[in-house]
């Protein structure tokens, strides 16, 4: 089944596995792509992957962050990224551009920005986003974002993409309006169920009117939101009834959504769960204390709810870390296929399913079984770029498989894109050359990687 191709809106995925959206620092400063960008998204086109989805692209001149990471609020963006497209597309591997606008959910910038703070309504979030206090959206700020998603999904075909996707999940700003435990405005945008989904709506018939009817537009959806995971986190001001405060979003109203999106047009639903990035349902796996720390630290400087959440977290014993904000974080192997055979039930578009899959036999299973249409996946991507390959070959792991530590996640936006957990490799060198490969074509970093490897430094061993 893994092996059957699948075709979306004219569109020809060779295989059932993609890869999700996975980003990091590899554009220039001023949010065009780099080199590094294109080789990163060719090393898994050139692996067999049917197709990429790209990391959250930002559509907003200056909500962007972190740093580094790719826009596409401009059209001097259009021909740097038509460029690398045409070359991924070249090994026969579909790309989708994912879109969003992190709302107050941007996490870093070089000094405390107002525009950073933009959100459905204003409150205290501790874990998420740097300044201390969000701000609610005006309904020309509300106007502007939709016309900057519109606009963007032009430039995205322009640039020669097979798809559009939107992200409503992650706790980004679309997210912020459907979640009722953040979302607490009193006119149009909030209060039922449906005014929360308005944002959304709008969005997608402004992008639907700038692509056309025949292009590929997708959403990624939260299925719960688990408002109370991290479980250390502080959100204020509280709201009621509890249940909206406690847990978000629940799968009853999701799937409301997701026959509502069905209505308007939309191609496929890309299913994850949990609210904010990162979050212990959205990233399975274990807690990546010493890297949530060293982001706060790094961050620390933005305003004080960042310098609070920078001394508490570095103050906190580890093991009592590992309670609080680490609570429910574990690994769930494909969990959100169960979700999708819930989607699969009310809608009949397609369905991706997201998070923890590795094992080629799950894969095979809830394929087979209807629970989704596809499989996207990143983490174990990022650990073995020719999972796919493996997969055609037979086998069922990898040797050296993703753990789910979950330290790329957070790295990623600090340093380079890659994996971090020393546990998979012989040596620190050879860990650093599959992190420093991206810059490299994909055809020329095996014999780096094999040189690199022969002059091993022991892992837990400092180079003098």
């Not at 049917?50 to 826009?71: F, H, M, N, V």
């Not at 709008?202 to 639907?208: H, M, P, Q, T, Y």
């Not at 001001?237 to 979003?249: A, K, N, T, Y």
Request: charged share 25%; glycine share 8%; with cysteine.
């Amino acid at each position: 089944m893994i092996f059957e191709p699948f075709t979306m809106k004219g569109v020809s995925f060779k295989n059932r596995i993609l890869r999700s959206s996975i980003g990091g620092r590899t554009a220039y400063y001023d949010g065009t792509v780099s080199t590094a960008w294109k080789n990163f998204e060719k090393r898994f086109a050139s692996n067999d992957v049917a197709g990429i989805i790209s990391a959250t692209i930002a559509i907003d001149e200056s909500r962007w962050a972190p740093l580094e990471y790719p826009k596409i609020a401009h059209d001097r963006f259009i021909p740097p990224m038509r460029e690398a497209i045409r070359q991924v597309k070249a090994y026969d591997c579909r790309y989708i551009m994912q879109l969003g606008d992190g709302g107050a959910h941007v996490q870093m910038g070089l000094f405390p920005q107002s525009a950073d703070s933009k959100s459905s309504s204003r409150g205290l979030d501790l874990l998420y986003g740097y300044r201390s206090i969000s701000s609610e959206m005006s309904t020309e700020d509300i106007s502007q974002t939709i016309s900057e998603f519109a606009q963007a999904a032009r430039r995205v075909r322009e640039i020669g993409c097979d798809g559009i996707e939107i992200t409503a999940s992650k706790g980004y700003l679309i997210h912020q309006f459907l979640n009722p435990g953040v979302n607490r405005r009193k006119d149009g945008y909030g209060g039922s169920v449906d005014k929360r989904f308005r944002l959304l709506r709008e969005v997608i018939n402004a992008v639907r009117g700038e692509v056309g009817d025949d292009y590929i537009v997708g959403v990624r959806i939260s299925a719960e939101d688990f408002n109370h995971l991290p479980l250390f986190n502080v959100r204020w001001p509280i709201v009621f009834p509890w249940r909206h405060h406690w847990r978000g979003s629940t799968l009853k109203e999701t799937l409301h959504y997701a026959q509502e999106l069905e209505k308007l047009g939309v191609d496929y639903l890309h299913i994850s769960s949990g609210y904010g990035f990162i979050n212990p349902k959205e990233n399975p796996g274990a807690f990546p204390y010493k890297e949530v720390r060293m982001f706060a630290s790094y961050t620390r400087h933005l305003s004080a709810k960042a310098r609070v959440r920078s001394d508490v977290l570095n103050l906190m014993p580890e093991w009592l870390a590992h309670l609080t904000v680490g609570h429910g974080w574990k690994f769930e192997p494909g969990k959100h296929a169960e979700y999708g055979k819930k989607f699969k039930e009310v809608v009949k578009i397609p369905v991706i399913a997201n998070a923890g899959f590795q094992d080629r036999d799950l894969i095979e299973r809830v394929l087979t079984d209807g629970s989704c249409d596809l499989v996207s996946m990143a983490r174990p991507l990022l650990a073995n770029p020719d999972l796919v390959k493996q997969y055609r070959e037979g086998v069922r792991m990898p040797e050296r498989p993703c753990t789910f530590c979950n330290r790329c996640a957070v790295r990623t936006a600090v340093f380079p894109l890659g994996c971090y957990d020393p546990s998979r490799f012989k040596s620190i060198a050879e860990m650093e050359a599959q992190i420093l490969g991206w810059s490299a074509h994909p055809d020329e970093v095996v014999e780096e990687e094999a040189a690199a490897a022969a002059a091993a430094v022991p892992v837990g061993v400092t180079p003098n």
